[in-house]
Every structure is written in C-alpha cells, then in structure tokens.
C-alpha cells in the first residue's frame, strides 16, 4: 500500500513568495495531520482536519499559512508570503482513527526561504 | 514545562551494548503512548506503542509509570541500524499528540 505522498520534497523559495505544499493521505484514513520541524521547535503540529473538515489550526503560526483539504485524498498547506523563518521539514501525517492514535508520516517537503 | 521532555543525548553506545532512555511528560490525563523513530532527514515512524502493562517487541521494551509520569525504552543487544533518534509520544491538551524533542542514538562498531 502507498503510504502518506508529499509533494514537492524539496523547495528554495526567495521571501515573499508564495508556496504551496501538498499531500496525499493514506487511502482510508479520516484524520490529515500537518506538522514543521526545526531544529530549535521540534515537530510542532500546525492544523488537523477530520473528514477533511479543519477541526484545529490553533498551531498555525500566523494569517500569512492556510491549509485545506478539498476531498479525503488531497491536502494543501500554503505560505503567502514566505519568511525566512519558515524554513523546515513541514510534514503531513494521517491517521485511520483520532488524532491520539498512531500517526503515519509522508517523507516530509524541505522548504527553504532565502 | 514542555509537555513532553527527553534527554536530547546523544547517547553514544557500542554495538551489543544495552542503552536506555526515558521520557516524562506533564499530562497526568494522557491515555496514549508511543515511540517513535526518526533517522536522519527522514519522517517519524512508529517504533511502538506503550502500553500500561509493559510491552516487548524483539530488542525493544516499552515501560509505563503513570505515578511518575514516565516511559521508558530499552534497546538490548544494540545494532549499527539503531543509530537513529527517538521521538517520546504522549497525547496532551486538546487530545493531540505531542512529540518530545528526541533523543540522539549512535551506536558504534
């Protein structure tokens, strides 16, 4: 079976510009999980959606990142504008039951604002 | 206080030899217990749950302490390929998974 699939893996940005990160969950799975990690933070989770309803973006850092999930097989996280302090491994996660059971991970995007 | 605090090492160990790390977190209400494994510039994976009773799997051995609010993990018999590092995992506020800061294994030949 697939398991979670990110897209781009890699992105160098320059300030100011948009980005846009994408993910496809595991098949099945109800819960879609986005994650950043820095070396100073750790794994922080940004926003969780059940159903592909946005059930808590309380860790979203700020207006300029937004996330949706349009159907149960496609989610988007975007940053507009980009910082340099947005550079991370941002990760998308998926889970077939709550948001307190096993998570599975995609391979992360490494993103990189310059 | 973090939600979840670990040693971040590293611990540096030679192949066979026995290492243990332990995790504390803040939440006396969590019910959810995990290790995870991450190696270098790759996602997080599941390692194991941790269950009240104490659970083994192969090398690995998981332990619970409710009234400390401690797990622990115990690696016997350390190979080259656990070289990696452990991420502690409890449900805190909100239901969520909070992910501890890692600790750093190397094993060495």
């Known amino acids: 079976d697939a398991g979670v699939i990110q897209s781009p893996r890699h992105e160098v940005t320059e300030m100011g510009q948009e980005v846009t990160l994408r993910c496809k969950p595991i098949?099945?799975?109800?819960?879609l999980f986005w994650y950043r990690q820095t070396m100073m933070r750790g794994l922080e989770l940004l926003i969780y959606?059940?159903?592909?309803?946005?059930?808590?973006d309380s860790g979203m850092p700020e207006d300029r990142f937004s996330a949706k999930m349009p159907n149960a097989s496609f989610s988007t996280l975007k940053i507009q504008p980009s910082e340099p302090r947005d550079s991370a491994v941002y990760f998308c996660a998926s889970s077939p039951r709550g948001g307190w059971h096993e998570q599975y991970f995609g391979p992360g995007t490494r993103l990189t604002v310059t | 206080r973090k939600e979840v605090e670990q040693d971040p090492g590293p611990f540096n160990v030679p192949e066979g030899a026995t290492v243990a790390f332990n995790c504390t977190y803040s939440n006396s209400a969590s019910q959810s217990f995990f290790w995870y494994r991450q190696d270098c510039r790759k996602e997080p994976k599941l390692l194991m749950s941790v269950y009240s009773s104490g659970n083994e799997d192969g090398r690995f051995t998981a332990q619970l302490n409710r009234a400390s609010q401690y797990i622990s993990l115990l690696i016997r018999d350390s190979k080259l390929s656990d070289s990696a590092t452990y991420l502690c995992?409890?449900?805190?506020?909100?239901?969520?998974?909070?992910f501890g800061g890692g600790t750093r294994l190397m094993v060495k030949p």
């Open positions: 959606f059940n159903n592909n309803v946005p059930i808590d």
């Open positions: 098949s099945g799975h109800d819960y």
């Open positions: 995992v409890v449900n805190g506020a909100g239901n969520m998974l909070t």
